[in-house]
């Protein structure tokens, strides 16, 4: 899915944080507002449903909340709005690797992260995504130019992870048949 057909800015927050400031959600308005984006909270658990509104009202957008107690039909629904999301901000480690795999770049630029996502992200190469967490992002931009790089960027690394796991995987059914040919000589 290209940009064009990208029309989201997610937010993905924890709840059992303190409220992100005054400056961060106007960084996060003007970045939806720049971009021409539609601001959507996705609630990842039903403890984070209150930060979810907060941030909705706040930014006047969309919750997505946690509504179903089927998690796949909840993964479902949020993986649908991450694909069509540009860009996805929070501090949710999981919910940014899934809006990632969906093509949606990940931003954990919150004021009250703990560096988690930073080195989860800088092991895969994509160091901008925590490079600003738990600092205010507000004197950072969010424009067309920074997120098509951070695009090219995201899908390289993507890529490259993908085809590390599928030599990971050949490798590991080579040496399955090689122990098991080994096991069968014992016998």
């Known amino acids: ?10 937010l993905v927050m924890r709840g059992d ?4 400031s005054e400056s961060w959600i ?3 308005r003007s970045g939806a507002e720049n ?4 601001v959507h909270v996705v609630v990842q658990v039903e403890r984070d449903a209150a930060r979810g509104e907060e941030l909705a009202a706040a930014l006047g957008g969309h919750v997505v909340q946690f509504a179903s107690s089927d998690h796949a039909i909840h993964e479902a629904k949020v993986r649908s709005i991450y694909r069509r999301s540009l860009i996805t901000i929070g501090d949710r480690l999981h919910g940014l690797i899934v809006a ?3 093509g949606s770049v990940p931003i954990g630029w919150v004021e009250t992260s703990t560096g988690k996502i930073a080195a989860h992200f800088n092991a895969v190469g994509l160091e901008y995504v925590g490079a600003r967490e738990g600092w205010s992002s507000s ?3 969010l424009t ?3 997120v098509r790089g951070r695009e090219r960027e995201l899908r390289t690394r993507i890529d490259d992870a993908r085809k590390r796991l599928i030599s990971t995987e050949s490798a590991l059914a080579v040496d399955a048949v090689a122990l098991k040919q080994n096991e069968g000589s014992r016998r």
């Open 144 to 146: 067309r130019e920074w």
């Open 26 to 28: 106007a960084w996060v």
């Open 100 to 102: 990632a795999s969906e």
């Open 35 to 38: 971009l021409g984006l539609e």
């Open 1 to 10: 899915m290209g940009e064009e057909e990208r029309q989201l800015l997610s």
């Open 139 to 141: 004197s950072e931009p």
């Open 17 to 20: 944080r303190a409220a992100p």
